[in-house]
């Protein structure tokens, strides 16, 4: 028997071991370990940011000139753009109190900085340098809908982004009836509950319904790939793509949602 | 030593792996620095498993495929250094089907060559290093 277990000793620690760490894991799962990352992250960026402030160093005046009048002119242009985006929502508000249609939760808009991004080709997780953002607050690219914030940690947050398979997002098409979800599959996006009758062809776009209050309506989420009828079955298979591709932005937008103030 | 340097180098490589995902292509550094450790001295999986947990849990949030191979690595090493003896083909195969196994959590090939590119010459230096403390 002795003899038994000296032999065995190498195995069954190896077997303890590996069930302890399997437990570990059960335990550790989600995306802290990813953000606790990030003061990491925040020392392999520090040089580039050097970089680019020794650069302005290096730049001649005229350049700077150049650089100084092409913002102010950007700037202009995007204060047009929020004074219109302001008698919109003003409009949006009295069209909504004369149809006494309940009014959609505001959003506030800020930027986020993507500090890491998980190395897979598609980049589900990401990690922001962001302040101020509340958990479930929705990620959106210039293109349409990236995710949601799913931890936040000392003015980080990680995203979950739409090809988690635990994302759910109520999708339309605008001018029809069409309500369906879009769900994460890993690399690429499904939409369920696609009645066949309504069913939408390659290439159209979903933009969210609004439906469930998490995300404002209107912002693109997938282009369809590809249509499948099951025989005999109510709902066809559709497969798209995020209409996004946020693999290379260096900078994304947060929708933080006011919540009324008793 | 050994052991504390190529966790370090580890933790370093995931971080380059986070912060320049999508502006470089790259190697899974961690993996590799990991996977060459474990070749090298197969008593080397008490510390090579949990980083390789630590890796997955990182990059995933959940365990992956690799973490599984990784964790069979050493009892095959066993088997088969006992059945075939301690020889480069099975060492190189084990290899072969670590980094393949980066496949499924979304690596590109390129990325798993890269990969297997510089696990190659870890594995000899670590060997070597291994060596020299027996001699």
Redesign the interface.
Known sequence: MNFNLQRYRMWLIAATLLIALYAAARMMAGSAAMLAMWPALEMLHAPVQWWQSAELWLTDQQELHQKYLAVEKKSQQQAALIQEASSLREENRQLRKILEISTMPGYRWHAAKVRGRSPDMMSQRLILQVDDVSMDDVIVSSEGLVGVVDSISNNHATVRTIFDASLAVPVTIPGTALAAISRGQGESLSIEFVPLKQAPQTGQVLYTSGAGGLFPPGIAVARITDVHPIPGQLFVRIAAEPVAHWQRDNWLAVASQLHDTP | MIAVAMLLLA??G??????????LM?P?WALAVLLASLLAHRHN??WV??AV??H????????QIN?IIM?LL??AMIYLDQHLGAGLPQRLLLMLAAVTGLLW????VP?CLLTLCLCVPIWRLLTRQYAQQTA
């Open positions: 933790l370093l995931i971080s380059l792996n986070l912060a320049f995902a999508g502006v790259q899974d999986w008490a498993l949990p947990l630590l997955d849990m990182i990059f995933y949030g959940e365990i973490f964790a050493p009892p959590p979304g690596w590109g990325a």
